[in-house]
Antibody
Framework: EVQLVESGGGLVQPGGSLRLSCAAS????????MHWVRQATGKGLEWVSA???????YYPGSVKGRFTISRENAKNSLYLQMNSLRAGDTAVYYC???????????WGRGTLVTVSS | DIQMTQSPSSLSASVGDRVTITCRAS??????LNWYQQKPGKAPKLLIY???SLQSGVPSRFSGSGSGTDFTLTISSLQPEDFATYYC???????????FGQGTKLEIK
């Protein structure tokens, strides 16, 4: 089955760190650009980071310098290292696959990150 | 940075209605515009990509149009399962790659 499964979410204090993982299955993971998208409760979707097949990475200004996306093709896995976390980073984090004209055709179910003291 | 603005933010409609949601980009994005549907507690689902291409498995009552800065998502005859929140997303800018609109919540009248 073609799927993405996120893990690693949880409760973390402001200023803390967390590493999210996304396990891919059912497709050739190394052939696809991969992304993280987040959604705060009751809010809209916010793109968080992207990594290309060659390992090139991209971030919006809101997380640049604090978040690091990486991939391990041998393990069919995507990661998001989140440092210096803030209350505003509280959200469900989705990993997503990108195809064609840069649209997200496959999403995971998400993992909840809560930043609170 | 490219900003995406959807209208309306919310919409009430009845089963069988024809509904149109608009998305406007702050600068031209050619046809790099995608539409997603999201139901509560679920991940978004791709409906339309490249402004007007229907994703495999998506009912034909969904259609998209537009290019440049103005885009529309149309549902020709609303079904009960279509009540959800809809997001547009641009994939044109390489500096702010994947901006989403703020969403349009479609509710039952």
């Amino acid at each position: 089955e073609v799927q993405l499964v996120e893990s690693g979410g949880g409760l973390v204090q402001p200023g803390g760190s967390l590493r999210l993982s996304c396990a891919a299955s059912g497709f050739t993971f190394s052939s696809y650009d991969m992304h993280w998208v987040r959604q705060a409760t009751g809010k809209g979707l916010e793109w968080v980071s992207a990594i290309g097949t060659a390992g090139d990475t991209y971030y919006p200004g809101s997380v640049k310098g604090r978040f690091t996306i990486s991939r391990e093709n041998a393990k069919n896995s995507l990661y998001l290292q989140m440092n210096s976390l803030r209350a505003g980073d509280t959200a469900v984090y989705y990993c997503a696959r990108v195809v064609g004209s840069l649209h997200f055709d496959l999403w995971g179910r998400g993992t909840l990150v809560t930043v609170s003291s | 940075d490219i900003q995406m603005t959807q209208s309306p933010s919310s919409l009430s409609a009845s089963v069988g209605d024809r509904v149109t949601i608009t998305c406007r980009a702050s600068q031209s994005i050619s046809s790099y515009l995608n539409w997603y549907q999201q139901k509560p507690g679920k991940a978004p689902k791709l409906l339309i990509y490249a402004a007007s291409s229907l994703q495999s498995g998506v009912p034909s009552r969904f259609s998209g149009s537009g290019s440049g800065t103005d885009f529309t998502l149309t549902i020709s005859s609303l079904q009960p399962e279509d009540f959800a929140t809809y997001y547009c997303q641009q994939s044109y800018s390489t500096s702010n790659l994947y901006t989403f609109g703020q969403g349009t919540k479609l509710e039952i009248k």
